[in-house]
T-cell receptor, first 116, second 111 residues
Framework: ETGVTQTPRHLVMGMTNKKSLKCEQH?????MYWYKQSAKKPLELMFV???????ENNSVPSRFSPECPNSSHLFLHLHTLQPEDSALYLC???????????????FGEGSRLTVL | GQQVMQIPQYQHVQEGEDFTTYCNSSTTLSNIQWYKQRPGGHPVFLIQLVKSGEVKKQKRLTFQFGEAKKNSSLHITATQTTDVGTYFCAGRSSGYSTLTFGKGTMLLVSP
């Protein structure tokens, strides 16, 4: 139990479907992240929310849409995805790094997405 | 932008042998973190290094941060099958920037 819960753990969707990934953290952190992990690629940072404000969007296609309604919840809305979007989507949370803390990331178990 | 390279990509050792993975950044880092991801699992934080030339130990794991703060290494002494997984380094260019991850080194340990 990492304190970061992701649902669903597995998702299969067609290219015309709309689905959402959900992440919830119980650690009292003030920053949340979406990462994409594909085979043979480094962890790709997609979005960062710090204090509920989106502070980073790494050129992610508009078919991925994040939502952070509060500091404990993060969503990734998916629509008209492509087969190359199939990957493990990892949510993480942290304290915003300061001189007093490492800002280490706590990852959820991930949502394994397959786009047919 | 900042790039973090990690080598080797993959290593297979016999149980009891040592293992080292190296991490190099294209820019000077403020700090560097190491994570371990077990097969089928998620990355788990191991340690953070901040000071130039810093060396930290966790049982059989030794972490080093280079003098120029552009490279780092993780050395495992006498590997065990429980060490199997992918080891990632992740660096920050400033104290408050987001982490840039390396591609990771996958370690396989045969009994």
């Amino acid at each position: 139990e990492t304190g970061v819960t992701q649902t669903p753990r597995h998702l299969v969707m067609g290219m015309t479907n709309k689905k959402s990934l959900k992440c919830e953290q119980h650690l009292g952190h003030n920053a949340m992240y979406w990462y994409k992990q594909s085979a043979k690629k480094p962890l790709e940072l997609m979005f960062v929310y710090s204090l509920e404000e989106r502070v980073e969007n790494n050129s992610v296609p508009s078919r991925f849409s994040p939502e952070c309604p509060n500091s404990s919840h993060l969503f990734l809305h998916l629509h008209t995805l492509q087969p190359e979007d199939s990957a493990l989507y990892l949510c993480a949370s942290s304290q915003v790094p300061t001189s007093a803390n490492t800002g280490e990331l706590f990852f959820g178990e991930g949502s394994r997405l397959t786009v047919l | 932008g900042q790039q973090v390279m990690q080598i080797p990509q993959y290593q297979h050792v016999q149980e009891g042998e040592d293992f080292t993975t190296y991490c190099n950044s294209s820019t000077t880092l403020s700090n560097i973190q190491w994570y371990k991801q077990r097969p089928g699992g998620h990355p788990v934080f191991l340690i953070q290094l901040v000071k130039s030339g810093e060396v930290k130990k966790q049982k059989r794991l030794t972490f080093q941060f280079g003098e120029a703060k552009k490279n780092s290494s993780l050395h495992i002494t006498a590997t065990q099958t429980t060490d199997v997984g992918t080891y990632f380094c992740a660096g920050r260019s400033s104290g408050y920037s987001t982490l840039t991850f390396g591609k990771g080194t996958m370690l396989l340990v045969s009994p």
